[in-house]
């Protein structure tokens, strides 16, 4: 692993050190509204984070409207595991999240290498910000928890991620012992205070 250390522009899609990005996961555009018009004053809030269901009941247009008539924060859209399907398919997500006024996309790239370049380059390709995970909150999640994914993986999705030039990473708040290693694994690569988690 390479360290390419200060030469690195981040590309900051939250401005301060430690922010509070509102998880939108509301169900009606009422309560979207009510939300938004009740936090995005509030000092140490920095985004809104809107998924798929939002998005899919009312279409990601709208929804960004809506947070525009109140703020101009940030808006990230986690499409609740983006980044699977098959290389070609990066380019559609693309072009429909970014005609819909986000500024930001999560990505988690379970799908190899290849999914998880291509759809980081089409992405950005698109004007969207790429915040990458690798590793979700859930139990039973890695394979020595019980689950399927590799206990290896989550530190090759961050690494591949980095090495394209994400500096942006979604890590698991709720097991602190792993954002300490993806933070020590991406200080490595990119340098210290090169990157947001």
Wanted: one cysteine or more; hydrophobic letters at 40%.
């Amino acid at each position: 692993m390479k360290n390419r250390g200060s030469g690195i522009k981040v590309k900051r899609l939250i401005t301060r050190d430690k922010a509070v990005i509102v998880a939108a996961d509301v169900m009606t555009i009422k309560e979207l509204e009510k939300l938004v018009a009740q936090t995005c004053n509030v000092k140490g809030i920095e985004g809104y984070r809107i998924g798929l269901a939002l998005a899919l009941t009312y279409g990601i247009e709208k929804i960004v409207a809506i947070i525009r008539k109140h703020t101009d924060l940030p808006i990230i859209y986690d499409h609740q595991k983006a980044g699977n399907d098959i290389p070609e398919m990066g380019k559609t997500f693309a072009g429909v999240v970014a005609d819909g006024g986000v500024d930001a996309a999560i990505l988690f790239p379970f799908g190899g290498g290849l999914t998880e370049r291509t759809w980081i380059k089409a992405c950005e390709n698109a004007g969207l910000t790429v915040l990458v995970g690798g590793h979700m909150t859930q139990k039973e999640f890695l394979e020595s928890e019980g689950g399927f994914i590799a206990d290896s993986s989550p530190s090759k999705i961050y690494t591949q991620a980095a090495e394209c030039g994400v500096t942006n990473f979604v890590v698991p708040g709720n097991k602190i012992q792993f954002v300490s290693k993806y933070r020590k694994l991406l200080e490595n690569i990119l340098g210290p205070n090169n990157f947001v988690l």
